[in-house]
Each structure stands twice: as structure tokens, then as C-alpha cells.
């Protein structure tokens, strides 16, 4: 299950934003929510199995409820604006040994593992056929794999149209991902995407999106695979149904 923590979306129709390539929660062990629903504003607060789950889940202590998540929203009207602010707080992640095991492996047992929280925020506004919105995640203290701080920044805006009078979305989305120091070849990693998106009916669409990825950072074995100086250029079409 997708344990609700930060927004983690993105305008663009088919890449995840680099906040959710980052700080994704998942988790594949029982869970429990508990949740406040008021007028225009939503808080959650989910227990999770302690260990190595899903994504960037992780804590030292396997037993239960050991690592939790916070989540909270608040929506308001800014003159002609909805605005939707939120944020929120991951008690412990995969950033907490010198193992980078982004994949879903166990940490190596001989590693010393402390607990590295996470810090969420982002605002969302739409007014009309506009969107805009901003993510950022950080965790509480350097990531002992790479030795430095590790975050991550999303920008996207996105315009509702029609095209042959049918439902279009063009967005464009920015996004930053930092992961060690001046000069390490993992340092930070950039990723522009442009996208369009139409419906040709209310169940199917087709999308084409356009992608930038400045560095090749994998999220394990830094030190030995990542490159600051590969650039790809990416175009994507799909097609979606939806039920």
C-alpha cells in the first residue's frame, strides 16, 4: 500500500517526479491509518511494521508501529486561487547506513544503521485551467553512503485545454535531486519534462512526453556507477485506459 505522506505527484503524464523517485512510501507489511477529514483540512498518521519495506522505508527495530508517517493538508482560497498546502514527517527511511539499498535489499547486516527521518512540504494552486505546484522533502541529517545532505525539489505547472474537442493537459515539470557534496559525482541530479496528455475518450488516453535528465545517479553503489557528465534525452508515448 501507498502510505500517505507528501504529495508525490506530478503534472506530467508518465514520469514520477524526482520527489517520488526519492521519497516514495510504500509498504507491503500490515498498516494502520488513522485519519481527520474537516471542512479543508485532512490529517493521517499511519503505524507501520519496523525493517526494511517498500521504497525509502526503513528502521533499525523490526517491530511494529517502530517507524510511522505524518501527513497533513490545508486548502484555502488565495483571491482566485485554490491553494492546497500541505506537509508532513517520515519517522525513519532507507538514508540511514553507509548501504545504498534504494532497490528493496536488506541492508548489509555488518552496517550500523541510525534512524533519518524525512521532512515534507508543498503548496498546490489552480485557478481555472492553470496548476501550479512545489515539492520539497529533506531528511533530518546526511546520509552516511554519500556523506551528504539528501533532498529533493519538484516544480510543475500544467495548462487544461482542448485539442480536437477533447480534454488536453500540457504541464511541464522540474525537479532536483541531491545526494552528496561539491564535487562528488553524485552530487545532484536534474530532470525537466514536458508533456501533453489527451483524452480521446473518458477511459483512454494518449500522452507523449519529452524528458531531460542531467547526471546518472542510481540510487546504490554511488561511488562506483554514478556519472555527472551523462545527459539522456527520452521521448515516451503511451496510451492509458482507465476503469
Not at 483512454?204 to 553503489?221: H, R
Request: glycine share 10%; hydrophobic share 35%; with cysteine.
Amino acid at each position: 500500500m501507498t502510505v500517505n505522506f507528501g504529495h508525490q505527484g506530478a503534472y506530467n503524464p508518465i514520469t514520477h517526479s524526482v520527489n517520488n523517485h526519492f521519497y516514495r512510501v510504500d509498504a507491503y507489511d500490515v498498516a494502520a491509518e488513522l485519519g481527520y477529514v474537516g471542512e479543508n483540512r485532512k490529517v493521517a498518521m499511519t503505524a507501520l511494521n519496523g525493517g526494511r519495506q517498500l521504497r525509502v522505508v526503513e528502521t533499525p527495530s523490526g517491530t511494529f508501529g517502530s517507524n510511522f508517517a505524518v501527513s497533513g493538508r490545508y486548502d484555502l482560497k488565495v483571491a482566485s486561487w485554490d491553494v492546497s498546502v500541505g506537509g508532513g514527517h517520515l519517522y525513519s527511511s532507507i538514508y540511514d547506513s553507509d548501504d545504498a539499498n534504494h532497490p528493496g535489499v536488506n541492508s548489509n547486516v555488518m552496517t550500523t544503521r541510525e534512524r533519518n527521518g524525512v521532512i515534507n512540504a508543498w503548496v498546490e494552486a489552480k485557478n481555472g485551467p492553470f496548476s501550479l505546484m512545489a515539492e520539497y522533502s529533506q531528511n533530518e541529517r546526511d546520509w552516511p553512503a554519500s556523506g551528504g545532505s539528501v533532498n529533493a525539489l519538484t516544480l510543475g505547472a500544467a495548462y487544461d485545454t482542448e485539442a480536437f474537442d477533447n480534454p488536453t493537459r500540457i504541464s511541464l515539470v522540474y525537479g532536483r535531486g541531491k545526494l552528496g557534496n561539491e564535487g562528488d559525482q553524485f552530487e545532484s541530479r536534474h530532470q525537466l519534462a514536458v508533456g501533453v496528455e489527451t483524452f480521446i475518450t473518458p477511459n483512454f488516453a494518449l500522452s507523449a512526453e519529452f524528458v531531460y535528465n542531467c547526471s546518472f545517479i542510481p540510487l546504490i553503489m554511488l561511488d562506483r556507477v554514478a556519472d555527472e557528465d551523462v545527459d539522456t534525452e527520452t521521448f515516451i508515448f503511451s496510451g492509458k485506459l482507465f476503469f
